[in-house]
Nanobody
Framework: VQLQAYGGGLVQAGASLRLSCVASGRTLSSYGMGWFRQAPGKEREFVSYISWNGGSTNVADSVKGRFTISRDNAKNTVYLQMNSLKPEDTAVYYC????????????????????WGQGTLVTVSS
């Protein structure tokens, strides 16, 4: 499966963005999906996970209450709605697909994912 992330950009603190991750080559319903981010000089970190049918989700404590993950398998797309953005949310955001963990909300480690998109940059100014 190939993943393409869209929707990043430059916004001011407090704004919202919605990231999209579109899959091609295989139906997205075969995968648990995650979002990760990597800020300059920092390690890649888990942001959110959604199970194959959207029945279970998980979000990192750092974004809980502000970010929401969802998916539309008919459109082969996963979304990350980001509200109340903060400068510390600035990072490259990556979507990833897990064939092994299709319904395990605590799939939070990068090595648990099999496919990765190219990333989209989100910059939040203060």
């Amino acid at each position: 499966v190939q993943l393409q992330a869209y929707g990043g950009g430059l916004v001011q603190a407090g704004a919202s963005l919605r990231l999209s991750c579109v899959a091609s080559g295989r139906t997205l319903s075969s995968y648990g999906m995650g979002w990760f981010r990597q800020a300059p000089g920092k390690e890649r970190e888990f942001v959110s996970y959604i199970s194959w049918n959207g029945g279970s989700t998980n979000v990192a404590d750092s974004v809980k209450g502000r970010f929401t993950i969802s998916r539309d398998n008919a459109k082969n797309t996963v979304y990350l709605q980001m509200n109340s953005l903060k400068p510390e949310d600035t990072a490259v955001y990556y979507c990833a697909a897990s064939l092994r963990y299709i319904s395990r909300p605590y799939t939070t480690r990068a090595f648990e994912y099999d496919y990765w998109g190219q990333g989209t940059l989100v910059t939040v100014s203060s």
